[in-house]
């Protein structure tokens, strides 16, 4: 029992690095093409998971998996990202959930990424390639880390 526990925990690291590795895959938000990286500004997840788009919740199915290597792909222009903290992962004590808005203009072919600055308490979205700040956003809810949706007005 000892070794399949051994080799789950290799074949999971394996798998791990070669996501890593792969190109990310485009999810579309309010109706992107994902055919052509260039046309469409494209989203990383950092330290903020991308809850919503334009005023409307995501769907279950649209919320990708964490560890998975993709990107949001989503129209140029002005959107608004609804976006909530990820959690610190330690049970005790917990970390309060944190929902943001985020307003920004975003631009074909640059890839963003939203963090947030939990010391100032801002969602933060930034260009991937130099890290120069295009939006911020502030806390528009906080609740119990067990709680289970965002309360975004």
Known sequence: ??????????????????????DPVMVSLGGAPTDNAQSVARIREGSMFVRGFDQRRLELSEIRNPIGN????VTPGAHSLLAMN???GHVIPTESMRCYVIEAEMKAGVIYRLDEDKGMRLAVLKREDSGERVAVGELVSQQSAYSDVCRWK
């Open 86 to 88: 990820v959690q610190s």
């Open 1 to 22: 029992m000892k070794s399949w526990g051994k080799k789950g925990l290799v074949l999971g690291l394996v798998a791990l690095m070669l996501t890593a590795c792969s």
């Open 70 to 73: 993709f990107v949001f792909a």
